[in-house]
């Protein structure tokens, strides 16, 4: 669980300066990519903004894991439902549950590159651009996925970014 969180704010701190650059769903597909495949990953990353706009119907650990698992496979959408669903006491010992808020994790990629596509499963490198700008900047970098299909659906089930 401390791996799971701590990968989300680490990825967090590198992409989180990049969104003022790219709207939710623009990603260039490179030459060869799979239209049917981008549009996967870049409906999963969006499910992220989803949480926050439907925020007042968020009701439980359970209703997070629902909306991520629209995008994710089930251990990713577990691990996000670990991290953003907090559960502790007050000062008084009451106990409360709330959604965790923070910045974004999830920022579209400069591209994807389908890999490999092979009947379930799609191995995908989301590309991300250098920084120059804001207070933190970085080099550019890549994240390597693995998306399955689940029926007609497919889903991101692993990253080797450290994020799940």
């Known amino acids: 669980m401390r791996v799971v969180v701590i990968g989300c704010v680490l990825l967090a701190v590198l992409v989180i300066f990049t969104a003022g650059k790219r709207k939710r769903g623009e990603a260039p597909v490179e030459a060869g990519a ?8 870049l409906y ?3 499910i992220e903004a989803e949480l926050w706009e439907n925020e007042s119907g968020i009701r439980s650990k359970e209703d997070v894991f629902t909306l991520f698992r629209k995008g994710f496979g089930e251990k990713v959408a577990r691990d996000l439902s670990e991290y953003y669903w907090m559960e502790g006491e007050d000062e008084d010992g009451e106990k409360f549950s709330v959604l965790r808020s923070g910045d974004p994790i999830f920022i579209p990629p400069d591209s994807i590159e389908v890999l490999k596509k092979k009947d379930d499963r799609a191995d995908v490198l989301l590309r991300y651009s250098k ?6 900047t970085y080099r550019a970098y890549s994240v390597r996925v693995v998306l399955r299909r689940e029926g007609s659906i497919w889903k991101i089930y692993d990253a080797d970014s450290g994020l799940f």
């Open 34 to 41: 799979d239209r049917e495949i981008e549009e996967a990953v």
């Open 44 to 46: 999963a990353y969006g």
């Open 131 to 136: 920084s120059d700008e804001g207070p933190v």
